[in-house]
């Protein structure tokens, strides 16, 4: 089949977030300025440079009790930080109660019980037993066409890697299986890893 954007796609549900997948999932934590935490996921989202080591996310649509964002972007319009940590399969429910519609004072990490650790470079907690967590500096909030879509860069400035995700000085996957978003309500997880060496030009 094919179709254009513009005319529907006449399925029963949009197949565009299950052709761009798996797409990786950012657990983002920010601090707004009053001091109130938060933390919600995204998928769309990725590296997008190693140095300095940038990456970016997206968040798309509003919530009513912000203005023409959700809490993650007005947070870090705020404060110029945040962090985003790893989802291993083990965390997939608590993460995802994570990610509904609460009001903007709701502490996400009370709200799932998830333990929070004080972030070294950022005033901004992470989440404590994540695989890893990039701390990082909003460099460009970018506002994409279409209501309330908005890219966020950051570059980061401190990373923590969970001591048991190492082995023989390897960042090794198949030590927490790495969650990853699919389409619909689908997830998929990382539990087999092959290496391809790069062509010699
Ligand atoms: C696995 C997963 C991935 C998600 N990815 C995105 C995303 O990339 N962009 C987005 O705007 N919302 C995404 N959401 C929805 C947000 O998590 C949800 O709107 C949340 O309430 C936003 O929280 P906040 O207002 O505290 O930032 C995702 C939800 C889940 C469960």
Redesign the pocket.
Known sequence: MFYRPQDGHGLPHSPFNAIVSPRP?AWISTRGSDGSE?L??????NAVAYVPPQIM?????A?PD?DNT????ANIQDTGVFCVNTVEYAMRDV??QT????DKDTD?FELATVPRAACEQIACSRVADAPASLECQMTQIVKLPGEANYVVFGEVVGIHIRDDCLKDGIFDVTRYQPLA?LGYKDYTRVTEVFSLNRPEG
């Not at 990610?99 to 609460?102: D, F, L, Q, R, V």
């Open positions: 999932i938060n919600a996921p995204y998928s769309f989202f996310f997206a968040s798309t649509s919530k912000r959700k809490d993650t972007v993460m995802n990610s509904g519609p609460w996400e978003r």
